[in-house]
């Protein structure tokens, strides 16, 4: 995902979905295939968004589903309608493409039509289900069991209750799959420092990042000058106040906030790792690209980034680096880590054909739904997810994605980036950053401010 921060998203939408395909990464996916029943039921009517009788019996009843696509996920999108066919072949799926700068312009008068599309993934959930375009889909949860088949972090950003996300009935659900969001290192520079394994915890990271630096080795490749130190500032705020206080914040949850001794024990651990000259001094001033050339041209030995970033620097530099998730804030802590999930989507409540459209979300929580995501770029839950090998600096790169992916899974450590709790919050993060990385601020008096921003954010919206 070149040229693009992270996925970031306006204060009504959080968990928007990625309009670019992630990095190419290659591999065989499994999830273990879970077949579920209800009681027999129908269709659920146009305009039903409340259904109760669910019909999983559904796929040898002729149908078609309409699922609208942005264009710059059509191949993905179009891979997993295939893949769908090809193992229920009496319904078909066609795709709707529209421009990606259309698509959540065009999806809410879609949505209201009489020609709505079955299957989306709407940018705006809360304004779908406040204007009950998209169904509550706690039947289809409790019929196909996906609360048990996926982390109860990943179906998180799906759920609303009383305009707020991440609780409540689910409107958005499927499988999960996307980006880890880790620590990259340079493979030769790794080894030069005598780093064997994956450190387990923030003090052994540090550990590792002192020894570097008295090797003469830039422990951190960042870019500030766009304030891209966010998503290691990020990592660090899930690991603190844990992922569910983090979320909690992007997902405007009542009494969420910022302004905790966690989060201040994550920024001054930043602040720590800025003052021991683990960043180069003028990180202020290199923007994304120029850090992805300072990586590959090994100018540093780690690299706080998400697995996007492989499409950029695989041309250069493939095999050469490998990536492992974050380090817990303490040693056997849960893992956590940001990512967006792909395989998420909703059904319409004008939708004529709303069972054999949860079929399809039921289908995205199978091996050959994850075998599709994988293909297209993206981490996926496998069929080691219940019981991941710990992370590792051996294996292929996608067995680390992969592997690091299934880590977080596990501990039910999927969170957002801060930046995603409001615009004004990306706004003025990027340049509180720059104020740390400058001495400007302390690290309370950031998160106070970062807290208010927050707060004005959500008076005004």
């Keep these: 995902m070149p040229k693009q921060q992270h996925p970031t998203s306006p204060a009504r939408t959080v968990g928007r979905r990625l309009r670019t395909p992630l990095a190419a990464v290659a591999a065989a996916s499994a999830l273990a295939t879970l077949a579920a029943c209800s009681a027999p039921g129908s269709d659920s009517g146009s305009a039903n968004a409340t259904p109760t009788a669910v019909n999983t019996a559904v796929a040898d009843k002729a149908a078609t589903l309409t699922l609208f696509s942005a264009a710059g996920l059509e191949t993905y999108e179009q891979g997993l309608a295939d893949a769908f066919m090809a193992k229920y072949p009496k319904i078909k799926v066609k795709l709707r493409v ?62 609303v209750s009383n305009g707020v996300i991440g609780e409540g009935p689910l409107y958005q659900a499927g499988g999960s799959a996307g980006p880890l969001v880790g620590v990259f290192y340079n493979k030769e520079l790794a080894a030069k420092v005598g780093m064997k394994k994956v450190p387990s915890s923030i003090a052994e990271l540090e550990a590792v990042m002192a020894k570097a630096k008295k090797s003469g080795i830039t422990p951190i490749v960042a870019s500030n000058q766009d304030g891209l ?22 997902y405007h949850q009542p009494d969420a906030t910022l302004d905790t001794p966690d989060a201040v024990k994550a920024t001054e651990t930043l602040q720590k790792w800025i003052k021991a000259g683990y960043f180069a001094s003028d990180v202020n001033a290199l923007n994304q690209e120029a850090s992805y050339g300072q990586f590959t041209g090994g100018k540093g030995l780690l690299f706080f980034q998400g697995s996007w970033i492989t499409q950029t620097i695989d041309k250069n ?47 995205l929580t199978t091996p050959e739904a994850a075998k599709v995501a994988v293909d297209n770029g993206y981490a996926a839950l496998t069929d080691g997810t219940a019981s991941p090998g710990k992370p590792s600096l051996s294996g292929t790169l996608t067995d680390q994605i992969q592997g690091g992916y299934a880590t977080i899974a596990v501990d039910n450590g999927f969170d957002s980036w801060l930046q995603n709790a409001a615009p004004e919050v990306n706004t003025k993060l990027t ?29 005004s919206s």
């Design 98 to 159: 529209e421009a990606d700068n259309n698509y959540n312009t065009v999806l809410p008068r879609l949505l209201a039509s009489d020609s709505t599309p079955d299957i989306v993934q709407p940018s705006d959930l809360l304004g779908g289900v406040k204007d009950g375009l998209l169904t509550n889909l706690d039947a289809y949860d409790k019929a196909y069991d996906w609360s048990a088949k996926v982390p109860a972090s990943a179906l998180a950003p799906g759920r």
């Design 431 to 459: 340049q509180q950053l720059q104020l740390l990385v400058s001495g400007k601020v302390k690290p309370a008096a950031m998160v106070n401010t970062l807290q208010t921003t927050y707060a004005d954010a959500l008076k």
């Design 229 to 250: 130190i966010g998503h290691l500032y990020s990592l660090l705020l899930g690991n603190y106040m844990g992922a569910d206080k983090l979320s909690a914040i992007v």
């Design 317 to 363: 530099f493939k095999g050469k680096y490998g990536v492992f998730p974050m380090p817990p804030a303490e040693k056997n802590g849960p893992h956590t880590g940001m990512t967006s999930n792909t395989l998420a989507f909703s059904i319409a409540a004008r939708s004529k054909n709303k069972d054999a459209a949860g079929l399809f979300l039921d289908f």
